[in-house]
């Protein structure tokens, strides 16, 4: 099969619907994230309860992606991802008009399940249809538009909710979402390798067991299930923190502040264009510092170092992500899709799991515990990188800078 090349019209149209496959689902996934305080006093229930508005989310998410991967052959990449984000946008409507908490939870967990056929398929899409040495940089452009959609929709919630209230801000961000699909659906090029063939679930089991057995796949499943985790627990509870004193801030205000999801935005694609220059291994040790440099000075009262180090940690989570996500769909030699799965189900199982286990150290020790939680997460995850320095090896003679390998 002929790859999409640079400089044509369909790698142009690829580029931009990728962009569009990275903001909508995540744009729809973390709009409870600002408005978490407001759950928690509207319904009358706890932070770490509250947060299971996103962490059922990522929960169903995480483990629908498993069966997602392996429907791709059968009806095809493009078509899958189309009704995932038609169907996650119309949930996000839906959880506007919830009667209760218990209500809005079902709808969310609705919701994880739909977008399940996007970030694998996506991942897969990427890993079949570009040449290896571009797929890092188109990859960059997929994980720049998760943070532009992460960005977005925390700020559009921000600000609606104090113009209207959370639950219209929610029918019209579902609604700008549902059009961007129906964008997503007219750009993208049609992946042509569709077999038609039903999915065995025997051939998906041995699939998932052949990736389990290889240890480059394996250490970069850790890596996703660390790094999500302490970033869903630094943004959930970072809104609780500054809803109260001495910081006080309106939603708007604590919207705008994820506008440091820019730096994300940059450095997933920039980071792209390093790893060719130094190679995969030492961008992702350098993407590994910036990110706990940018937690601990989170630890620093004044807001204006809070958000300097918010910042810093944005840029550096962005920039492992990326490189974490093309070397799995440079490492499997086969079964990309199953591949790209087995990742984000410990991706999302990290923003499922630490992300209410946050609530813990928030409730317990307050900001101070749940930064040196995240710190343990990721000196744990840098650790990992430094042992299994050659988690590109496969991929390392193709890119021309074996050299640099560990």
């Keep these: 099969m002929a790859y999409i090349e640079p400089a044509t019209v369909e790698y142009r149209r690829a580029r931009i619907a990728l962009f569009i496959a990275g903001l909508v689902p995540f744009m729809m996934i973390y709009t409870t994230q600002p408005t978490m305080p407001l759950f928690a006093e509207e319904f009358g229930v706890s932070a770490p309860a509250a947060s299971l508005t996103l962490s059922l989310s990522t929960g169903f998410l995480a483990f629908t992606l498993l069966a997602a991967g392996s429907f791709a052959d059968f009806v095809g990449l493009k078509k899958i991802m189309v009704a995932s984000m038609i169907l996650t946008s119309l949930m996000g409507i839906l959880s506007a008009a919830s009667p209760n908490f218990y209500t809005l939870l079902l709808l969310r967990a609705l919701l994880g399940i739909f977008v399940a056929g996007v970030p694998s398929i996506a991942m897969a899409y990427i890993g079949r249809s570009f040449n290896p040495l571009n797929t890092t940089m188109i990859m960059g452009f997929y994980i720049a538009g998760s943070s532009i959609g992460g960005m977005s929709g925390r700020i559009l919630t921000g600000v609606l909710t104090d113009l209207f209230t959370w639950r219209i801000s929610f029918a019209l961000i579902g609604t700008a979402t549902l059009i961007l699909s129906l964008v997503f659906w ?14 065995e679930w025997s051939s998906m089991w041995k699939a998932y067991k052949f990736h389990l057995a290889n240890k480059h796949l394996n250490s970069l499943f850790v890596l996703g299930f660390l790094l999500m985790g302490s970033f869903v627990s630094m943004y ?3 809104g609780f923190l500054l809803t109260n004193p001495p910081y006080s801030l309106s939603q708007t205000v604590i919207g705008f502040i994820f506008i440091v999801y820019l730096f994300g935005t940059f450095s997933s694609i920039y980071i792209g264009k390093k790893a060719n ?8 040790k350098l993407s590994f510092v910036i990110t706990i440099t940018g937690t601990a000075f989170t630890l620093f009262p004044y807001l204006a170092l809070k958000l300097l180090g918010l ?3 944005t840029f550096g989570f962005f920039a492992s992500h990326s490189i974490a996500s093309s070397l799995v769909a440079e490492n499997a030699e086969k079964h990309t899709a199953q591949a790209s799965s087995l990742y984000l189900l410990f991706y999302y199982l990290g923003s499922s799991i630490v992300g209410s286990i946050g609530g813990f150290f928030w409730d317990h020790f307050n900001w101070t515990g ?23 090896a496969s991929s390392s003679y193709r890119h021309g800078y074996a050299k640099n390998s560990n």
């Design 186 to 199: 007219r750009t993208l090029p049609t992946q042509q390798r569709i077999t038609g063939k039903k999915p």
């Design 311 to 313: 910042s810093v940690f």
């Design 370 to 392: 749940v930064i040196l939680f995240n710190l343990v997460l990721l000196t744990a995850g840098l650790i990992l990188v430094s042992i299994r320095g050659n988690l590109n």
């Design 236 to 238: 959930n509870y970072i």
């Design 277 to 284: 220059q130094i190679g995969s291994i030492p961008a992702l």
